[in-house]
């Protein structure tokens, strides 16, 4: 981040930090759909839920970019899929920690319908070839 903030390139290190996401995301799919619909995995992709919209909030402070534009017209529409997701969070063993900035909690509730997950594992698998795309 101070690399890309002293060449006056701000706007890479949210951009990394989208790839490194779209990447890891990527890889979950893929484990997902390797293994039938492994319900565990399911879960934590959706959990990324609050991630997703994290990384939008840091990419919009970089609009005046038109690759950042693009990327933020993709994630829009990860979002609106995301949106469908419902996630619940029993108030037994919920805690926030402000002073180390971290959720704790036990395991989540997460209701969504399977034509969700499958169109946002297409959009995801869909950013990454559109991220690692040679421009030319």
């Not at 319908?113 to 594992?121: F, K």
């Amino acid at each position: 981040d101070q690399f890309f903030k002293e060449t006056g390139n701000d706007n890479l290190a949210s951009i990394s930090l989208l790839g490194g996401w779209v990447e890891a995301m990527y890889i979950g799919v893929s484990i997902y759909e390797s293994e039938e619909g492994n319900k565990a995995m399911a879960d934590k992709l959706l959990q990324q839920k609050f991630t997703l919209n994290s990384i939008y909030s840091i990419l919009s402070n970089h609009q005046e970019s038109l690759r950042v534009t693009g990327y933020l017209l993709m994630m829009k529409r990860l979002r609106k899929e995301f949106d469908k997701v419902e996630i619940r969070y029993p108030v037994e063993g919920f805690s926030v920690d402000t002073t180390q900035k971290r959720i704790q909690t036990s395991v989540a509730q997460i209701h969504y319908e399977p034509e969700t997950l499958t169109e946002i594992n297409r959009i995801l698998v869909q950013m990454r070839e559109e991220l690692i795309r040679v421009k030319e």
